[in-house]
């Protein structure tokens, strides 16, 4: 484990058991998880071919974690300030990790979905991007947010900054996986069937598959096909 300093990220490298797939997979937890509840996914990612990256992330692990995640009123202050900011810091694990762009796949779960598709606008031209029960379309999710929760209605200020990253708005050309539960309570599919709407013609290698009775959690069946998509390419 690295620590954190000015510029070195603290990540956490699961490297690969062979060398069949020669690509790096960075790997985002979702909302008030840790990297050590990934261990045995990335574990997974490795006995496949691929080195795996987990970051920590802003305001968990040891980067002054929150006393508490799933208070509403903690989640709708930090929720985009921890995706914006990974966004951002992806930029500096490229360089920490001294691969190019076009060796790493972002991958990620619920908000770390949302971190892979960002990171994956910003770094456009890597080498693929699956984005698990999170949503590539940021405006639209927190719109629809909003609305289920009865908040008020966005400022033309958090209008912009969501406009400033959400990778709909974003010229994509990254192979694309979308997996996502019909029956997510938490991060509804419309946020995704919405991406995949505004990118028709623009994004001609996207895969989306559904899941009829899943709710807001990954199947054995999800991890089977992200495998299999990630074997067809890679």
């Not at 956490?12 to 998880?33: D, E, N, V």
């Not at 990118?199 to 598959?209: E, K």
């Amino acid at each position: 484990m690295r620590t954190l300093n000015d510029s070195v990220l603290s990540i956490r490298t699961y490297p690969a058991k062979h060398q069949k797939y020669r690509k790096t997979i960075c790997l985002y937890h979702g909302w008030g998880s840790s990297v050590t509840k990934y261990e045995e996914f990335a574990g997974m990612l490795a006995d496949k071919g691929f080195t795996v990256i987990v970051p920590e992330l802003h305001l968990h692990d040891s980067r002054d974690a929150l006393a508490t995640y799933f208070n509403p009123g903690v989640v709708e202050h930090h929720f985009w300030e921890v995706v914006f900011q990974s966004i951002e810091e992806s930029s500096t694990l490229i360089q920490q990790l001294n691969v190019p762009r076009e060796d790493i796949i972002w991958l990620g779960v619920s908000m770390g979905g949302f971190i892979a598709s960002g990171a994956a606008a910003k770094h456009n031209g890597s080498a693929g991007v699956v984005n698990i029960n999170g949503s590539g379309s940021f405006l639209f999710s927190e719109q629809l947010f909003r609305s289920r929760d009865k908040r008020d209605d966005l400022t033309a200020e958090e209008e912009r900054r969501l406009q400033a990253y959400d990778p709909v708005l974003q010229k994509q050309s990254t192979p694309t996986l979308f997996v996502h539960g019909q029956r997510d309570a938490v991060i509804p599919i419309e946020t995704q069937e919405h991406y995949v709407q505004q990118s028709v013609g623009t994004n001609n290698d996207l895969t989306f598959f559904k899941y009829p009775f899943i709710n807001h959690t990954v199947s054995d069946q999800m991890i089977a096909d992200i495998f299999v998509w990630l074997d067809e390419r890679f």
